[in-house]
C-alpha cells in the first residue's frame, strides 16, 4: 500500500470546541507537519479572510515541500480567495446527497453538478492542482456519485474526497463504495472521516484496503464534533501493515512530534 496523508488539524481540527490556533501557532505545526514528510497541508478556508487568511498566505510562503491547499465552497469568490493565497492545491467541497443537497442547497442533483463542473473549470483554468471533495458521501446514491466523478474526472480532476461528514458510516461501506468508485472511474479516492460513531480510523483504514490513496487525518484525531481520524493511531496501523510510505519518520519520532504539537493549542 502507498498512502498519503492530507492532515486536516489547520482547517477541520481547529473546528473542535475550544479550539484557536495563532497565526504563529499555525506556522509552527505547519513546518513541523513539513518535517515529519507530511504530503499535503489542508491550511484552512481562506474565504473566511482575517487571520485565517493570513495564516494560509504565511504557510504557502514558506516554500514548504508539504503541498499547501485551501478548502473552499463551490463558489468562485471562496476560489479567488484561495488563489490569492498561493497555495498549491484548490479544494472545492459541495454536497452530493439528496437530503444536504436539499436543505443545505435548496436545489437538485442537476445543480450541484453543472455547479461543480463550472468551478473546477474556472480554478484548472487559472493553472492550480484542483481536488474535489463530496460532501456527505457517505449518505449519497452510489450511482450519483459515480456520475458526479465522471463529470469532474472528464473535466481534468485526478482526486475526489469521500466524505463521511456527519460520521455515520462503517467500514464496509466505506469499503464498497470507494471499491465500486474506482472501479468505474478513472480518479484517485481521498477519505475524510469523523468519529462521531468511533469509526473514523477503522472507516479510513476500510478506503485504504479498498484503494484509496489519500487520507485526511489530524493531531490526535482533533476536529469538529467527535473528531477526525487519528493520524498517530493511523500511521502506526499501517506500519504494522507494512505500508510502503506514510512518511520518513518511525513512530516513535511521530509520538514526539504529537507532544510538540499538543503543547502548542492542543
Known sequence: MDVNIVDTTL????????IAFGINEKVKIAKILNDIGIYQIEAGSAAMGGEEKASIEKIAALGLKSKISS???????????SIDCGVDIVHISIPTSDLQIKSKLGKDKAWVLERIKKCTTYALEKGYE?????????????????E???AVSEIGI??????DTVGISYPRKVFYS?????????IEIEIHAHNDFGMALANSLAA????AKFANCTISGVGERAG???????????DMFECEKICPLNINDLLETEQILRCLSL
Do not use: H
Open 130 to 146: 484542483v481536488t474535489v471533495g463530496m460532501e456527505d458521501a457517505t449518505r449519497s446514491d452510489i450511482n450519483f456519485l459515480i
Open 178 to 186: 470507494v471499491k465500486k468508485l474506482l472501479q468505474e472511474v478513472p
Open 208 to 211: 485504504v484496503e479498498a484503494g
Open 11 to 18: 482547517r477541520d481540527g481547529e473546528q473542535k470546541a475550544g
Open 158 to 163: 485526478k482526486r475526489i474526497r469521500y466524505s
Open 228 to 238: 477526525n481520524c487519528d493520524f498517530i493511531k493511523f500511521a502506526k496501523t499501517l
Open 71 to 81: 478548502w473552499n465552497r463551490a463558489n468562485i469568490k471562496d476560489i479567488d480567495a
Open 148 to 150: 458526479f466523478c465522471t
